[in-house]
């Protein structure tokens, strides 16, 4: 895999998606995999499939997991012992589930909370 230079050292298939596996790796980054979509042309320069790629660890990634109870949410663990002596961090983090969505789907859904998230505090 193009996104993944050195070692890949975990998947795991996602269980709100059955196209949908992630992959991690000693290069410190999770990447978020559609193989349905790997013959898809995209207008982004990205290997194809790909729609994520979590860059917040500072080492490999040596493990994550899908939470089953909530859809798009992953705990990642990476192996920073020799950067924070001792020890790994683990991160809790949930993508937007708008990243794989149709456009026309997304914007339907924002046009109907707009008056929500979109507001002013000015007088």
């Known amino acids: 895999m193009k996104c993944h230079p050195i070692s890949i050292l975990f998947l795991q298939w996602c269980p709100d998606k059955s196209t949908v596996f992630g992959s991690a790796g000693e290069d410190n ?10 013959g898809a ?11 994520f790629q979590h ?8 493990d994550f997991h899908w939470c ?4 798009w949410t992953i705990a990642s663990v990476s192996d920073d012992c ?7 961090t683990l991160q809790l983090w949930r993508m937007s589930d708008f ?4 456009m ?3 914007l339907a859904e924002l046009e109907t909370i707009k008056e ?6 000015e007088a």
């Open 29 to 38: 980054f999770l990447n978020i995999w559609d193989h349905a979509k790997v």
């Open 41 to 51: 042309s995209d207008e982004y320069s990205r290997p194809p499939g790909l729609f």
């Open 55 to 62: 860059a917040g660890h500072r080492d490999k990634v040596v």
């Open 68 to 71: 089953e109870t909530e859809p």
């Open 82 to 88: 020799a950067r924070v002596n001792g020890g790994g």
């Open 99 to 102: 990243i794989y969505r149709p």
């Open 104 to 106: 026309e789907e997304v």
């Open 116 to 121: 929500q998230i979109c507001y002013s505090t």
